[in-house]
Nanobody, 118 residues
Framework: QVQLVESGGGLVQSGGSLRLSCAVS????????MGWYRQAPGKEREVVAE???????TYEDSVKGRFTISRDNAKNTVYLQMNSLKPEDTAVYYC????????????WGQGTQVTVSS
C-alpha cells in the first residue's frame, strides 16, 4: 500500500522559510519520480516542483530561485525548501508520486497547509 505523509507546513511571515517533508512508503523510493503541487483557495491545483528518480528537477516559474526540491533515497523522503515566502504562496501543498519505474502514477498525500502572512 502506497502512503505519502507530508509534514512541515505552518504559518510564517512574508520573507520567511519553511521546509516541507514527504515520507513515502509502499514502493522502492529510488524508482519514484516525485512532485509537490499546491492549491490556493479558489484556484486550481498547480505543479510547484518535480524531481525525477535521477534527481533532475523542474520548477514552476513563480518559485524558481526561491524553492528547492530534493530527495533522500536512504530516508524515502522528498523535501521542498521554501525561502523568501510570499503571501501568494499560501496554499495547501501536496506531495505526489508521479511515476514509478516506467509507469505513470498519481498518488497524493493528504496535504499540508502553508500560510504566509504579509
Amino acid at each position: 500500500q502506497v502512503q505519502l505523509v507530508e509534514s512541515g507546513g505552518g504559518l510564517v511571515q512574508s520573507g520567511g522559510s519553511l521546509r516541507l517533508s514527504c515520507a513515502v512508503s509502499g514502493v522502492i523510493f529510488s524508482l519514484a519520480s516525485m512532485g509537490w503541487y499546491r492549491q490556493a483557495p479558489g484556484k486550481e491545483r498547480e505543479v510547484v516542483a518535480e524531481i525525477t528518480r535521477a534527481g533532475s528537477t523542474t520548477y514552476e516559474d513563480s518559485v524558481k530561485g526561491r524553492f528547492t526540491i530534493s530527495r533522500d533515497n536512504a530516508k524515502n523522503t522528498v523535501y521542498l525548501q521554501m525561502n523568501s515566502l510570499k503571501p501568494e504562496d499560501t496554499a495547501v501543498y501536496y506531495c505526489v508520486l508521479l511515476q514509478y519505474a516506467s509507469s505513470r502514477l498519481n498518488y497524493w498525500g493528504q496535504g499540508t497547509q502553508v500560510t504566509v502572512s504579509s
